[in-house]
């Protein structure tokens, strides 16, 4: 199993940037894929940017298209989310993930190695 941990997020005003970043470590072969996810309170977790490993092609959720970027540097194996424009419905608790995903990249359930989770809090 992959080690994932979390580094990043914090508070920001609305239109505000901030950034996540998470460095994988061992489980050789386990994974396929990578993504952010986020939960809110009282809210179930949701896939917002994910890739797959080998051609680093990434999908959005349509809540963030055009305003978050997810890349990932294969020689540091770090995963990173750059998150632009914030909006207050943006604040969640942020998880980063990876696992052996079979096509449904932004589903949580296809993701097996999971982050501490970092908190963003966007104010308006």
């Known amino acids: 199993q992959v080690r994932v941990v979390q580094s990043g997020g914090g508070s920001v005003q609305a239109g505000g940037s901030l950034s996540l970043s998470c460095v994988t470590s061992?489980?050789?072969?386990?994974?396929?894929?990578m993504g952010w996810f986020r939960q809110a309170p009282g809210k179930e977790r949701e896939g917002v940017a994910a890739?797959?490993?080998?051609?680093?092609?990434?999908f959005y959720a349509s809540s963030v298209l055009g305003r978050f970027t997810i890349a990932l540097d294969n020689a540091k194996n770090t995963l990173y989310l750059q998150m632009n424009k914030l909006k207050p419905e943006d604040t969640a608790m942020y998880y980063c993930a990876a696992g052996m995903v079979a096509g449904r990249l932004l589903d949580p359930s296809e993701y097996n190695s999971w982050g501490q989770g970092t908190q963003v809090t966007v104010s308006s």
């Open positions: 890739l797959y490993t080998a051609d680093n092609s990434p």
């Open positions: 061992g489980g050789t072969g386990s994974s396929n894929a």
